[in-house]
């Protein structure tokens, strides 16, 4: 099988890994866990089915002919449906609906001599409701039949102060976690925490005044014996803590997805046509990322500031974009994203620290056409490559950025934080966001809740949606009961703008339409209670 040298380095890793603990010998175990339980209700946000996957139609694909919609959603992507959105900001129309969600975790830490240590955990993630055992209205039992119950989480060895210097090594199975996780985190912040970890090698150089972070993560093996259709994450991060109080990081992150991307599967004879017409001859997909982000203290106020822009080829994001047969083989990224968070805490009773922050994820939306593309059927589609949210932990609204993939748009929000007890938390903030580049729906008027194209098939006139996404509004309460038991209550309301009622796409980093059938506020209310051990 054919490496390249990262993958070489990598194996040459695991090896030394390996033959390094061989002389190691057991001599504490820590067991520890955590239980976190949390209800969730949703009101007038998302379409029932959208849990399982099912959105619904909002332009159906015979009104888009000739339009590169792109996306999971896209004509011709999801069974060829057309736009279809996950959300409805409809109270007539149902969106109202309510769950409980649990994960346990359990895990087990080992400390050998050499600077020796293993770390195991397991995890389990359900829905209250999904795994019950018995039918009451025959009475018949079951035995369970819960295959992906119990998960291996995090499953490393860790070998520190390697060659007598301040370098640790971490094979295996892992969270990966970085500055304030805006971009690289472990998912566990807000509903549907299923928790995220990596099979990576990690290896860390920290001194009292900085460290250097350099990890390599397999995230698909395309098969041993392929030559290249893996998916890797590459990374190297570095953070400066010279100066007192202030932390200062510059990082590069590295995507590079080599699975197969093709249009078609010709004879012979059609491949070497499309190669004299330069038809689908995608790339490997390498999304770069380099970024700075600084943070600290300047006597009562605090701050954080991050930049980072990414450049590459998008073939996996370009192949979606098909109007009739082939997509564009062309796409690159070449996005900025941002996020700022400025606070100042008086030294009063409460301790009330307001904050400003805000955040930018850049955009595109090329999805309408000119009146000669329409006319011409061997134009050639030009994708849309928004600011990729990679693997954030930052959540923005519950409404609207539930899975941390929020982008085309930009946000700006105010609050307050507030501490009535030592055991309580308040939090009350209100964020406003809007889209960067809204999309161009057909011509249509509205008759009550339905949209009515005006001229179908002319899909190159069309009119600009509007670029308002709308408001979030939002109480926490966290309360601390125990060093180990937290309670957490939190209160959201999203005020739907008409950016959000007439759609755009900003879900799934700006491939997925967020367009209801109407304008009505959503809610989401939610409790929750977590103890560590």
């Not at 080992?110 to 039918?135: K, Q």
């Not at 370098?167 to 690289?184: D, Y």
């Not at 491949?271 to 982000?293: A, C, K, Q």
């Not at 047969?325 to 620290?353: C, E, Q, S």
Request: proline fraction near 4%.
């Amino acid at each position: 099988m054919h490496l390249n040298y990262i993958q070489r380095a990598v194996c040459l890793a695991v090896l030394l890994a390996c033959a390094g603990t061989a002389l190691a010998e057991l001599q504490n175990v820590q067991v520890g866990g955590e239980i976190r339980i949390r209800g969730n209700y949703i009101a007038n946000g998302l379409v029932r089915t959208s849990q399982q996957g099912i959105p619904e139609i909002r332009w159906p694909a015979a009104f888009l002919p000739g339009r590169a919609i792109g996306g999971p959603g896209a004509a011709g992507g999801f069974n060829g449906l057309g736009i279809v959105s996950p959300v409805k900001w409809s109270g007539h129309h149902g969106g109202d609906f309510g769950f409980v969600e649990q994960r346990t975790r359990l895990n087990l830490k080992a400390d050998f001599t050499s600077n020796v240590n293993a770390f195991i955990e397991l995890d389990s993630y359900d829905i209250w409701g999904e795994d019950f055992r018995s039918d009451y209205v025959t009475g018949a039992d079951f035995r369970p039949n819960t295959p992906d119950d119990v998960e291996i989480y995090q499953s490393y060895i860790e070998v520190e102060n390697m060659f007598d210097l301040p370098l640790r090594l971490r094979l295996g199975r892992q969270e990966l976690s970085f500055g304030s996780e805006w971009l690289v985190g472990p998912k566990d912040f807000v509903y549907f925490f299923y928790g995220r970890s990596f099979d990576a090698v990690r290896l860390t150089y920290k001194s009292d005044s900085f460290s250097v972070d350099a990890f390599a993560a397999e995230l698909a093996e395309g098969g041993p014996f392929e030559e290249d259709e893996d998916v890797w994450f590459y990374g190297l991060y570095t953070t400066c803590t010279a100066v007192e109080n202030q932390t200062f990081d510059l990082y590069w992150l590295w995507l590079r997805d080599a699975r197969r991307v093709a249009d078609t599967n010709l004879t012979w004879f059609g491949e070497w046509m499309e190669n004299v017409f330069g038809l689908d001859d995608y790339d490997p997909t390498n999304l770069h990322t380099i970024g700075f982000r600084a943070a600290g203290l300047l006597g009562a106020f605090d701050y954080e500031v991050e930049v980072a822009y990414q450049f590459g080829d998008a073939g996996q994001v370009g192949t979606t974009f098909k109007p009739f047969l082939y997509g564009d083989d062309d796409a690159k990224f070449d996005a900025w994203g941002a996020h700022f968070d400025i606070g100042y805490t008086f030294d009063v009773p409460w301790m009330p620290r307001p904050f400003i922050g805000g955040a930018y994820f850049s955009g595109e939306d090329n999805r309408d056409i000119s009146f000669w593309d329409w006319l011409n059927p061997f134009d050639r589609p030009k994708a849309s490559v928004s600011f990729n949210r990679l693997f954030s932990n930052a959540m923005y609204c519950g409404a609207i950025d539930a899975f941390n993939d929020l982008s085309n748009c930009w946000l700006a929000r105010a609050g307050v934080v507030a501490h009535p007890t030592e055991s309580l938390d308040v939090i009350l903030a209100a964020t406003y966001f809007k889209i960067l580049e809204p999309f161009d729906a057909p011509v249509y008027f509205t008759v009550g809740h339905y949209r009515v194209p005006i001229a179908p098939m002319l899909s190159f006139w069309t009119e600009k949606n509007s670029d308002e996404l709308g408001w979030d509004t939002s109480l926490f309460l966290v309360y601390h009961y125990s060093e180990d038991l937290t309670f957490r209550v939190q209160y959201s309301r999203f005020w739907v703008g008409d950016g959000a009622a007439e759609g755009s796409f900003t879900y799934n980093n700006g491939l997925i339409f967020n367009g209801g059938v109407s304008d009505k506020d959503a809610d989401f209310i939610a409790a929750e209670m977590c103890i560590t051990f």
